[in-house]
């Protein structure tokens, strides 16, 4: 069975600064799609980037950017100038063949001003 | 453009009241759709998911269960609710093969 591993419970950054979230799955597929997703206090899921594991580029979505590493299973989440309203939970989710998420526990980011 | 609705936003409700909370989605047809929990603190569980009217597939045997009448409503419901059912409710739509979005969620405290 697929699995999903956060293993930062909190990591906190200076505004303006960069910061790396840390992702890594397990599964024996070949084919798959990965996803950050943020949740703010308001606690409404935001689609932040997603990766085609058939890409070797890596995803980029303005000051987002993923550093995906398919040999090690990896997919951690790079967040470039941090402002104070990336203060989130941030989730990595792996889509199984059946389109359903495996969620990871989740990082709870802090931006210090 | 597509946007997803829930409600209600907040609820409390004693325990061994019925529980029904609704999802509608509009721009869209024939979405799948998802109910998830999430406790406090904690990464989000699948309940339930649809790919069409009438379909449903349970992921964890529970107390809940779920209902899709139409094309673009999901409701999630229970007969007696157990304090455990307390949580944070997520409801989720997808197209075939795309990343899922969620609504703003209902926050439920059974008492």
């Known amino acids: 069975a697929q699995t999903v591993t956060q293993s930062q419970p909190e990591m906190s950054v200076q505004e303006a600064e960069t910061v790396t979230l840390s992702c890594t799955y397990d599964?024996?597929?070949?084919?798959?799609?990965l996803f950050w997703y943020k949740q703010p206090p308001s606690r409404q899921m935001i689609l932040v980037i997603r990766?085609?594991?058939?890409k070797q580029q890596n995803a980029t979505e303005n000051r987002f950017s993923v550093n995906f590493q398919k040999a090690a299973k990896s997919f951690s989440l790079k967040i470039s100038d941090s402002q104070l309203g990336d203060a989130a939970m941030y989730f990595c989710a792996y889509r199984r063949s059946n389109y359903q998420l495996i969620w990871g526990a989740g990082t709870k980011l802090i931006i210090k001003p | 453009s597509q946007t997803i609705h829930q409600w209600p936003a907040t609820l409390v409700q004693p325990v061994g009241s019925p529980l029904s909370l609704e999802c509608t989605v509009e721009?869209?047809?024939?979405?799948?759709l998802y109910w998830y929990r999430q406790a406090a603190g904690r990464g989000l569980q699948l309940l339930f998911y649809?790919?069409?009217?009438?379909?449903i597939s349970s992921e964890v045997p529970q107390n809940l269960s779920a209902s899709r009448p139409q094309d673009r409503q999901f409701i999630l419901s229970s007969k007696k609710l157990l304090l455990s059912d307390s949580g944070f409710y997520l409801c989720?739509?997808?197209?075939?093969?795309?990343?899922?979005?969620f609504g703003p969620g209902t926050r439920l405290t059974v008492t």
């Open positions: 599964t024996s597929e070949s084919d798959y799609y």
């Open positions: 721009g869209t047809s024939n979405p799948n």
């Open positions: 989720a739509w997808s197209e075939v093969g795309v990343e899922q979005y």
């Open positions: 649809s790919v069409g009217i009438g379909q």
């Open positions: 990766q085609e594991a058939y």
